[in-house]
């Protein structure tokens, strides 16, 4: 009796031989259904994609049900759970010390637009290069759902409360006050909000990405203007985009005026086809304005609001070193005696 030996498939790896396995975390402890596995979905699908080391990235987050994405995705890479409102002075020492580290925050609406809303302002002033990414329901999930500081002016709780208090627009306040990357999506579209993470990864400066993602046990009924339904019916798309990373083709061939590419730091491109509207995504006057726009119509405008590959990063207002911190020897970060006694005498 013969045997025949049956050879398994080859493993599906990325450009760098790693499985998608190797960008996976923990198993979710999130509401079934919850808009937040959507955004840690597509995070491992974008880091998978591109073939970004999970090692060289450090995570953070604060305190909130966004603040436990963190632990789903990229469980090979560093992570750090800090206090509430809090993640960006963490991501900033982090990254400081280790700037080759890429950095991905994850935070909710109310890390960002409540108790953190002055270490978020002064972030997005500094053009910090992190990855920040709000994952926005509206409410405080893990304090039985009341409003949040993005809850919409005349939304309702499941109790029948009505929010009498105008919303923070955390995309608005980041445009205002200098984050070079700007968009928001929607949990639900997967492949606009893959495009968007992708770009995200390849720029260079601060990365500000507005999620909306339905909280589907405090926030997902009729009244709320975070829920799934009225997103699919008040969600405008700016834009279709796509991404091209540095190492494919980036030779197409697209009649002149229909579609604007924007080349981030590392080469790759952002492609944005215009539907039906001419939109500079490189003018910052121009997305503070289609957003007021958007607002004044009840509608939820998603996709790239603004990118400028030319603004220089709070590293580079530092002139920090490449290597990291920790590395460096005693010589070079222990100032001599006499450099202590120039300066004390420059201070008299």
């Known amino acids: ?22 960008y996976k975390g923990g198993k979710t402890t999130l509401c079934a259904g919850c808009g937040h ?14 073939g970004v080391e999970p090692y060289s990235v450090a995570k953070f987050s604060g305190i909130g049900c966004s603040s436990k994405s963190p632990a789903y995705f990229l469980g090979l890479s560093h992570g750090f759970n800090g206090v509430h409102g809090r993640m960006p002075a963490i991501a ?11 950095g991905v925050g994850v935070t909710g609406d109310g890390d960002t637009a409540s108790i953190g809303m002055g270490q978020f302002i002064h972030m997005v002033r500094r053009n910090f290069p992190l990855i920040y990414i709000i994952e926005n329901n ?23 409360t009505v929010n009498d208090l105008p919303p923070f627009d955390c995309c608005a306040l980041a445009l205002r006050w200098g984050a070079t990357f700007v968009a ?16 995200a990864i390849a720029h260079k400066g601060l990365s500000v990405i507005d999620v909306i993602s339905p909280c ?15 997103m699919k019916d008040h969600e405008t798309s700016l834009h279709e985009l796509d991404f091209v990373p540095y ?16 080349e981030m730091h590392d080469g790759s491109h952002l492609r944005i086809r215009k539907l039906g509207r001419d939109y500079d995504p490189t003018d910052r006057l121009a997305a503070a304005t289609v957003l007021e726009e958007a607002e004044s119509k009840g509608e939820v405008l998603t996709g790239v609001l603004y990118v400028n590959t030319s603004k220089p990063t709070f590293l580079e ?27 004390m005498e420059e201070l008299r």
């Not at 997967?190 to 992708?198: E, N, P, S, T, Y």
């Not at 190492?247 to 924007?262: L, N, S, Y």
């Open 317 to 343: 207002q530092l002139n920090i070193v490449d290597e990291p911190l920790g590395t460096l020897p005693e010589s070079q970060t222990r100032p001599s005696r006499a450099a202590l006694e120039q300066i």
């Open 138 to 160: 509206g409410v405080y999930g893990l304090t039985k759902g009341q409003f949040s500081a993005t809850a919409d002016l005349g939304s309702t709780l499941k109790s029948g």
């Open 247 to 262: 190492f494919q083709d980036i030779a197409v061939e697209i009649p002149e005026g229909e579609v604007t590419d924007v």
């Open 37 to 50: 596995n959507s955004v840690s979905e597509r995070i491992i699908e974008a880091f998978y994609e591109l």
């Open 1 to 22: 009796m013969s045997t025949t030996t049956v050879t398994p498939p080859p493993k599906k790896v990325n450009r760098i031989g790693l499985e998608v396995i190797n």
């Open 184 to 199: 928001r999506s929607f949990s639900g579209d997967k492949r606009q909000l893959q495009a968007i993470i992708k770009t």
């Open 92 to 102: 900033t020492g982090a990254l400081l010390a280790n700037r080759t580290l890429m």
């Open 216 to 230: 589907v046990t405090f926030n997902d009924h009729e009244g709320s203007t975070k829920s799934y339904s009225y």
